[in-house]
């Protein structure tokens, strides 16, 4: 067990407003507390369950566009809101990106820079 390590981690925790404490945000902090106590954290937060939402719904879109590669990304940052993002590496030429607070917020997105490059299948 790292002690030094796990007080660091709840002072940092603790110089965050409450305001700007997400569940995401808290339970990022207690996984890294739980993992420098040899502990386990078993739950997901609502965003993390968007982020699994987002990429199975990205990965479907995707296979319509031909040689493609994708990702998303769930960003944690303790002075700004909770965000989803995605991108699709068509042809490696075309990049389609998208970045949202909601997973129907980043696929309308998706959909918006998809027809930037005359895209309809991922509508």
Not at 37 to 59: D, F, I, N, Y
């Amino acid at each position: 067990m790292d002690h030094e390590l796990i007080d660091r981690a709840l002072t940092e925790l603790s110089t965050v407003p409450s305001g700007k404490r997400t569940p995401e945000l808290i339970q990022g902090w207690a996984r890294f507390i739980c993992a420098a106590a040899g502990a386990e954290v078993e739950s997901e937060t609502p965003m993390q369950r968007a982020q699994m939402e987002l990429h199975a719904a990205v990965g479907m879109i995707a296979t319509t566009l031909g040689p493609y590669t994708y990702r998303t990304y769930l960003s944690l940052n303790h002075d700004s809101d909770v965000r989803l993002s995605t991108f699709i590496f068509i042809n490696d030429e075309i990049t389609l990106m998208a970045l949202g607070r909601t997973v129907d917020e980043v696929l309308g997105k998706l959909r918006q820079d998809a027809e930037r490059f005359g895209i309809k299948e991922a509508a």
